[in-house]
């Protein structure tokens, strides 16, 4: 049988950005995502001692046993899915290996979201040492938002030729829209921070016997809906501006995209709260809040970025 070197191996791999290369980027976004909410599926089960050890599921056990039942299943299904998202990440840093030089703003972010792995079993290891402190929890959710975000950075660098990725042209967006983006990431980062706040303080907490963290949990979803409130305000203002100054056409459709996800999710919250927290709403809430991350860094990302993609294809 004819062996191939690895020498040979890695002359094989993508030197330009390739329609594999896309799909590992989104394969990455996706799987960020569907992580934050099989967490919450965790959380929202009761399931989150259903391995009461870390790395271990049991003491004596790596997988779930039959006494665990099903909250053993729901928390160690969501350990196996680290597995798929450390294959992608390995996956993209692969087929990224020959453009480790010529494309660092294709790799860098590569190797960000690989580290954020081990960052997370760490973190999910304390969590599930300290019984669910509430606040190691949120620092769970918070790192899941950062990763998220590198990785909507990742999709749309791949859609950059090399000529592109350093071209320095004017940005998309005019100076008042740039400093509106920049305000509405800061109110979207407010309140998905509040919002960990506020589910540290809720019912769910992932299990009978652990702790809250002792705030009212009224009080702070009034606090976290103050940021909501000025973040559909300047939503409506940015699209506004856009449609006016008749910006670029993908600036338009992100910022229309992102004004639709804010609704939604502003609902979802409010109906979620008078409803007085049904699990599934909770569930979707914390999906709406990945995809919000997402949407506000891609909105964010196109905005800052350069016009030239738009010439070159005619779009501007």
Same mark, same amino acid.
């Given at each position: 049988?004819?062996?191939?070197?690895?020498?040979?191996?890695?002359?094989?791999? /993508?030197?330009?950005?390739? /329609?594999?290369?896309?799909?590992?980027?989104?394969?990455?976004?996706?799987?960020?995502?569907?992580?934050?909410?099989?967490?919450?599926?965790?959380?929202?089960?009761?399931?989150?001692?259903?391995?009461?050890?870390?790395?271990?599921?049991?003491?004596?056990?790596?997988?779930?046993? /039959?006494?665990?039942?099903?909250?053993?299943?729901?928390? %160690?299904?969501?350990?196996?899915?680290?597995?798929?998202?450390?294959?992608?990440?390995?996956?993209?840093?692969?087929? &990224?290996?020959?453009?480790?030089?010529?494309?660092?703003? !294709?790799?860098?972010?590569?190797?960000?979201?690989?580290?954020?792995?081990?960052?997370?079993?760490?973190?999910?290891?304390?969590?599930? +040492?300290?019984?669910?402190?509430?606040?190691?929890?949120?620092?769970?959710?918070?790192?899941?938002?950062?990763?998220?975000?590198?990785?909507?950075?990742?999709?749309?660098?791949?859609?950059?030729?090399?000529?592109?990725?350093?071209?320095?042209?004017?940005?998309?967006?005019? /100076? !008042?829209?740039?400093?509106?983006?920049?305000?509405?990431?800061?109110?979207?980062?407010?309140?998905? &921070?509040?919002?960990?706040?506020?589910?540290?303080?809720?019912?769910?907490?992932?299990?009978?016997?652990?702790?809250?963290?002792? &705030?009212?949990?009224?009080?702070?979803?009034?606090?976290?809906?103050?940021?909501?409130?000025? +973040?559909? +305000?300047?939503?409506?203002?940015?699209? %506004?501006?856009? @449609?006016?100054?008749?910006?670029?056409?993908?600036?338009?459709?992100?910022?229309?995209?992102?004004?639709?996800?804010? %609704?939604?999710?502003?609902?979802?919250? @409010?109906?979620?709260?008078?409803?007085?927290?049904?699990?599934?709403?909770?569930?979707?809430?914390? +999906?709406?809040?990945?995809?919000?991350?997402?949407?506000?860094?891609?909105?964010? @990302?196109?905005? @800052?970025?350069?016009?030239?993609?738009?010439?070159?294809?005619?779009?501007?």
């Amino acid at each position: 049988m004819t062996q191939i070197s690895p020498a040979r191996l890695v002359e094989r791999l /993508p030197r330009t950005v390739t /329609p594999s290369v896309r799909a590992l980027a989104l394969a990455s976004l996706v799987s960020q995502i569907l992580i934050v909410v099989t967490g919450g599926a965790v959380r929202l089960t009761a399931s989150g001692l259903g391995c009461p050890e870390w790395p271990l599921c049991t003491a004596d056990s790596m997988v779930t046993t /039959p006494e665990m039942g099903v909250h053993g299943i729901i928390e %160690f299904g969501n350990r196996l899915l680290t597995f798929v998202l450390t294959a992608i990440a390995i996956a993209m840093l692969v087929v &990224l290996w020959n453009m480790r030089k010529t494309r660092r703003d !294709l790799f860098v972010p590569a190797v960000v979201l690989f580290a954020g792995i081990p960052a997370q079993a760490v973190v999910g290891g304390i969590t599930v +040492l300290t019984q669910l402190n509430p606040w190691v929890v949120g620092w769970h959710f918070i790192i899941s938002m950062v990763l998220i975000t590198v990785a909507t950075v990742l999709v749309n660098r791949t859609r950059l030729s090399p000529a592109e990725a350093e071209a320095d042209n004017t940005p998309r967006a005019t /100076p !008042l829209l740039r400093r509106l983006l920049a305000a509405a990431g800061v109110l979207v980062t407010a309140a998905v &921070l509040l919002g960990v706040v506020v589910t540290g303080s809720g019912p769910h907490a992932g299990d009978a016997g652990a702790a809250r963290n002792n &705030l009212n949990p009224d009080l702070m979803t009034r606090i976290h809906a103050a940021p909501v409130y000025l +973040l559909v +305000l300047t939503v409506l203002v940015l699209v %506004f501006t856009a @449609y006016r100054l008749r910006v670029a056409q993908r600036l338009r459709f992100a910022l229309v995209l992102l004004t639709v996800v804010v %609704f939604a999710q502003g609902a979802v919250g @409010y109906l979620q709260h008078f409803l007085h927290l049904p699990v599934a709403l909770v569930a979707l809430h914390m +999906l709406g809040a990945s995809v919000l991350t997402a949407a506000m860094a891609h909105a964010i @990302y196109i905005g @800052y970025s350069r016009r030239r993609v738009e010439a070159a294809s005619g779009a501007e």
